[in-house]
């Protein structure tokens, strides 16, 4: 049977980009050697940073004056290296779920943060709004995806300040208006490649502000220095990236990976809503395109485990909601088709009628 593969991360990845990089994996360019046993160093395989680093700053419309690195250590180790690196005296963080949470917990380490708002009141299931950023902050931080709770925050907020945003969930799926940031990360196994490399778009001028020493490592200038190879990068982890970068173009670029998740989205959120035994989860406005939560609606939520088995014995991999929601989250990323998720939607309807 086709397995519909909604996982939130690692997830899932185009067909093609899975069976390009397994070949390169057997035999990289002809050499008769594997991408994975290659030289980061090797002349065959700078070509392939440049091209996904070129591919990058296309697709997203990078302007002059930003480097794109390819690091290791997940989007959590940014948590750390944002302020670190960017954080002079005073951050502001938008607290909108978990990995906001978390990317505070490692800002005060290192100076005042000021949480602007907040939606923890309601277990996350809303974008706050109606709040100001002070202007003496040096950045406004916030996730512009929460995988978690399914918000998504799509257009930016306008704030006095610089912005640094992860957007590990939902990078490549919209254009991105680059400018009003000084540091985008993603970490690759959402929506780009699979897990070990973590995308960082920094302005140049922008570093070398905070006033204290950084470890080689963690300073972002060591790696936009060395074009991402001061150390060994993730070699095979980057290669699947870019041949994700070339699906997304020769697919029409982000406009049209937006075009889709919109498809998609209103899809499964119409059914959500028509379906009498579901209801979302979050605010509607609010809604993510990428991961799409639903729990069953009160009366019928013994219902859970059975719609879960049904699901999955249609082929559904992956729509159990993360545990600090319940339910189900279906994450609909780039490569999910409308087919996916049409096969979903009728899981959903048969459900309803056989109860
Ligand atoms: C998954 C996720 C992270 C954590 O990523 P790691 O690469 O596992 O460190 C951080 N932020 C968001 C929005 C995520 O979805």
């Not at 996904?52 to 959590?76: C, Q, R, T, W």
């Not at 290296?81 to 960017?86: A, T």
């Not at 708002?117 to 996730?143: E, F, M, Q, R």
């Not at 302005?203 to 963690?218: C, F, H, Q, S, V």
Request: with cysteine; hydrophobic share 40%.
């Amino acid at each position: 049977m086709k397995k519909y593969n909604f996982n939130a991360g690692p997830s899932i990845l185009p067909r093609e980009v899975i069976e390009n990089t397994a070949k390169q994996i057997l035999d990289f360019n002809g050499s008769g050697l594997s991408l994975a046993e290659i030289s980061h160093r090797a002349k065959d395989f700078q070509p392939v940073v440049d091209e996904a680093v070129a591919l990058i700053k296309e697709l997203l419309n990078v302007p002059e004056g930003y480097s794109v690195l390819f690091l290791g250590g997940g989007a959590s180790l940014e948590f750390c290296m944002v302020p670190y690196n960017f954080l002079v005296k005073k951050a502001a963080y938008l607290n909108t779920g978990t990995w906001a949470k978390k990317a505070m917990k490692e800002a005060k380490l290192f100076g005042e943060v000021v949480e602007v708002a907040s939606s923890a009141d309601a277990n996350y299931t809303y974008i706050p709004k109606g709040w100001t950023c002070p202007t003496d902050v040096d950045y406004l931080h916030i996730t512009t995806n929460n995988t978690i709770y399914g918000t998504e925050i799509r257009k930016e907020p306008e704030v006095p300040v610089r912005l640094i945003g992860d957007m590990s969930s939902d990078i490549f799926s919209r254009p991105v208006d680059v400018a009003k940031y000084d540091c985008i990360y993603a970490g690759a196994q959402k929506n780009l490649s699979m897990a070990g490399v973590t995308v960082v778009i920094v302005k140049d001028d922008a570093l070398g502000k905070a006033p204290r020493e950084i470890p080689t490592m963690l300073n972002y200038q060591t790696h936009v220095d060395k074009g991402s190879m001061f150390n060994t990068p993730p070699v095979v982890p980057i290669y699947c990236a870019l041949e994700t970068l070339r699906w997304i173009k020769k697919s029409g670029g982000v406009e049209a990976m937006d075009k889709r998740a919109h498809e998609r989205a209103d899809l499964l959120y119409a059914e959500i809503d028509r379906n009498k035994l579901f209801r979302g989860t979050v605010a509607e406005e609010d809604r993510s395109l990428m991961n799409i939560c639903f729990v069953m609606n009160d009366e019928y939520a013994e219902l859970e485990k059975p719609f879960f088995e049904y699901a999955t014995s249609q082929g559904m991999v992956g729509i159990k909601g993360h545990r600090s929601v319940g339910g189900f989250r279906a994450s609909c990323y780039n490569a999910m088709s409308v087919e996916g998720v049409q096969a979903l939607v009728k899981c959903m309807k048969d459900f309803e009628a056989q109860h």
